[in-house]
C-alpha cells in the first residue's frame, strides 16, 4: 500500500519551454501533496504544499508563477515548471500522506523526476 | 532546521556489522520523525518513524532512538547487508506548524563485502 508515481521520470526540454509532471497516489486517497526539488549530493527542499481543491502553499523563495501546482483530484496533483531556465534542472519529488492508512503524518514519496534543461 | 552541503558526512560498515546513523534536529516543539533511505536516482524510502511521546521503536532489523533531552534521533541497523548501501534522511514533522516535513542533511552509508 501507499505508493505514488510520478511521470515521466525524466525530461530533457529548451530552455524557454514548460514542462508538466505528474503525481499519482496509487492505491490511496491524497487531500495533501508535497513537492520538493533536489540537487546533487543535497538534502529535500520543499517546494510547496498542494491541498486538493484549494490553492497550493508556497516555501519562501519559490515562486508561484514559475512552478504552477494543480491539485484536482484526491490523487492527482501536477507541477508545471514554466519557461524552464538550465537552472531549473534538478531532481523533483512528490510525496502523499496517507490518512486512511492510520499515521497522519506519514510521507510517501514518487520515484522522483529527473529534469535537464537545455 | 534544513542542512545543504557538497559532500554528504559518510560511514563505511563492514557486510554483516551493525550501523548507526545519527541525525540532530532542531526545533524542540517537533513531535513526528521519519528516516528516509534513499537509493541513487529514487525517491526516498519510508524505513520507520516514531512520535516524540516514545524514546524507542523497533522494525525489521531497524531500531529508532529518540532522545528529546539534547534533540537527537539514530537509526541502528542490524546485521548490515549490501543493499543497504544509499542515503539516509531524518525528516522532523511540527504538527502546529503546517505538518511538514523538515529533512536533515543525510548521511551516505556504504557497505563493505
Known amino acids: 500500500g501507499a505508493v505514488v508515481s510520478q511521470h515521466p521520470s525524466w525530461v530533457i526540454c529548451k530552455s524557454g519551454t514548460s514542462v508538466k509532471i505528474e503525481c499519482r497516489s496509487l492505491?490511496?486517497?491524497?487531500?495533501?501533496m508535497f513537492w520538493y526539488r533536489q540537487f546533487p549530493k543535497q538534502s529535500l527542499m520543499l517546494m510547496a504544499t498542494s491541498n486538493e481543491g484549494s490553492k497550493a502553499t508556497y516555501e519562501q523563495g519559490v515562486e508561484k508563477d514559475k512552478f504552477l501546482i494543480n491539485h484536482a483530484s484526491l490523487t492527482l496533483s501536477t507541477l508545471t515548471v514554466t519557461s524552464a531556465h538550465p537552472e531549473d534542472s534538478s531532481f523533483y519529488l512528490c510525496?502523499?500522506?496517507?490518512?486512511?492508512?492510520?499515521?497522519?503524518?506519514?510521507?510517501?514519496f514518487g520515484p522522483g523526476t529527473r529534469l535537464l534543461v537545455l | 532546521g534544513e542542512s545543504v552541503g557538497l559532500h554528504l558526512p559518510t560511514l563505511s560498515v563492514q557486510e554483516g556489522d551493525n550501523s548507526i546513523i545519527n541525525c540532530a534536529y532542531s526545533n524542540s516543539a517537533s513531535d513526528y520523525f521519519i528516516w528516509y533511505k534513499q537509493e541513487s536516482g529514487k525517491g526516498p524510502q519510508f524505513i520507520i518513524d516514531?512520535?516524540?511521546?516514545?524514546d524507542k521503536r523497533q522494525g525489521q532489523r531497524v531500531t529508532v532512538l529518540l532522545n528529546k533531552t539534547v534533540k537527537h534521533l539514530s537509526l541502528q541497523i542490524a546485521a548490515t547487508q549490501p543493499g543497504d548501501s544509499a542515503v539516509y534522511f531524518c525528516?522532523?514533522?511540527?504538527?502546529?506548524?503546517?505538518?511538514?516535513?523538515?529533512f536533515g542533511g543525510g548521511t551516505r552509508v556504504l557497505v563493505k563485502p
Open positions: 516514531i512520535r516524540s511521546n516514545m
Open positions: 492505491d490511496f486517497q491524497a487531500t495533501t
Open positions: 510525496s502523499a500522506r496517507d490518512f486512511t492508512g492510520g499515521r497522519q503524518e506519514t510521507q510517501y
Open positions: 525528516a522532523e514533522n511540527i504538527w502546529a506548524a503546517g505538518n511538514k516535513l523538515t
